[in-house]
């Protein structure tokens, strides 16, 4: 008899009820801030991690990569758990090591334990995104395991579920996006200081600016119409944001309005998004409509 798990990182910033709910195991990335190493979602939550950003002003937190050794040690921990498949949803393979150690701790697993092969199956996917650009998969695998599914049959929805998945998001203090070097250093203390506010699209691994808003006022509707003009029909979505709760309340209010319905969910995001973004964001993610590819 099979016995399956979900598995994704702390990037997906799935929230913790939901976590618990579908049973999905959450690996964690370790941060570097000042000269003290923490554990993602264990050390600290979202809100702790932007007051640590606060009381670091000149440092620009680091993240580490989720190294194979750790990912070996875990698949082995499963094997002798009795586990036959491991199913791992992974940030974006263009913006971490972390998808290709996955990948290299199967084989590291064979060399150490052979008495695995065959005996545990493990499939690893480049989630191609970052936040609920996945981790909203990762939960509809883990409720899809819960229905009684099989494994083939999760994978099947995974793989075609990612090629779908974009996010647009707004990023109100660009200090910290030319300090990771997301946005030429120049550029974001320009925009700052004419306070441009760029909304951002991930697609298909890579990060780039869909437009630009002057000022803040008009960041929330101008987000949802590209959202709206590109998301499926009656489609699900999610909702993105950091600090600042009343922007997700705000983008949330907005798309209800215009829908018809709410969110699936919302995902604060965590300090490997707010690292690169800041700790003030807000967008929404959603599977395009199909034929849709720009």
């Known amino acids: 008899m099979s016995k399956v798990r979900i598995i994704t990182d702390s990037a997906s910033d799935i929230p913790q009820d939901l976590q618990q709910k579908y049973d999905v195991d959450v690996i964690s990335f370790t941060v570097v801030l000042g000269d003290k190493e923490y554990v993602c979602r264990q050390d600290f939550n979202a809100e702790e991690f932007y007051q640590m ?4 002003p000149n440092e620009i937190p680091k993240t580490s990569q989720i190294t194979s050794y750790r990912f070996m040690e875990m698949y082995y921990d ?4 009795g586990y036959t498949d491991l199913i791992l949803v992974l940030i974006n393979g263009e913006g971490s090591a972390t998808y290709g150690n996955s990948l290299m701790a199967i084989d590291m697993l064979l060399e150490e334990h052979p008495e695995c092969e065959g005996k545990i199956h493990i499939y ?16 509809n695998a883990g409720k899809m395991l819960q229905e009684g599914l099989s ?4 994978r099947a929805y995974i793989e075609k579920e990612l090629d779908r998945r974009r996010v647009y998001f707004a990023i ?12 030429p250093s120049a550029a974001a203390f320009l925009g700052d200081k004419i306070g441009i506010k760029p909304i951002m699209k991930i697609w298909d691994h890579e990060i780039s600016t869909a437009t630009k808003c002057r000022g803040e006022k008009k ?14 029909p009656d489609g699900e979505y999610q909702i993105v944001y950091g600090s600042d709760y009343a922007l997700g309340e705000e983008m949330t209010r907005y798309m209800t309005d215009k829908l018809g319905y709410g969110p699936t969910e919302s995902y604060q995001i965590g300090s490997e998004v707010a690292a690169n973004a800041g700790p003030k964001v807000v967008g929404v993610s959603f599977n395009v409509k199909e034929g849709k590819k720009k």
Do not use: F, P, W
């Open 172 to 183: 109100y203090n660009l200090q910290y996006a030319g300090r990771s070097g997301r946005i």
């Open 78 to 81: 499963y094997y002798k758990q």
């Open 219 to 232: 960041v929330v509707s101008k987000l949802a119409k590209m959202v709206l003009s590109e998301m499926e």
């Open 151 to 154: 494994a083939s049959e999760i």
């Open 53 to 56: 950003m606060e009381d670091h």
């Open 124 to 139: 690893t996917y480049d989630g191609k995104s970052y936040c609920c650009g996945y981790g909203h998969t990762v939960l």
